[in-house]
């Protein structure tokens, strides 16, 4: 599956978004090494500092099913991922980061790419 597939499938995840009040719909497909495909939305709550982004739903649903760093091979979002779900992408070991940028181009990155220099625990 091509990284602009995956954005595609993402944009068709999106529209289940749960976004009432910023009406910023997002979707986040995850391709898994063993071929099967996991999608998040972000999903907002009215005490708004408990939304959650669509990556990292999908990545909690992944990792609910046992899923761990290093078997999710890509990730399609339909807009860039902020920064805090950089982090997650770099804790999952993500090995490609697709999504379209602010010109609607498809861009594909690492996450140690997007997240330089990253912290660590150890
Ligand atoms: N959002 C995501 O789902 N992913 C990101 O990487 C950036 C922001 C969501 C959070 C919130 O529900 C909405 O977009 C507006 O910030």
């Known amino acids: 599956m091509t990284g602009r597939e995956l954005v595609e499938r993402a944009e068709a995840a999106a529209a289940r978004a749960y976004a009432p009040y910023s009406n910023y719909f997002v979707g986040a497909s995850l391709l898994l090494k063993d071929g099967s495909l996991v999608d998040g939305v972000n999903v907002e709550n009215a005490a708004y500092p408990l939304g959650v982004c669509a990556e990292r739903t999908a990545i909690a649903k992944a990792a609910s099913e ?57």
């Open 66 to 122: 046992g899923v761990r760093p290093g078997e999710i091979e890509a990730i399609g979002i339909t807009a860039s991922p902020c920064g805090g779900c950089r982090q997650w992408l770099y804790e999952f070991r993500i090995d490609r980061v697709t999504f379209r940028n602010s010109e609607g181009e498809i861009v594909s990155y690492t996450p140690a790419e997007l997240l330089p220099d990253t912290w660590e625990l150890d």
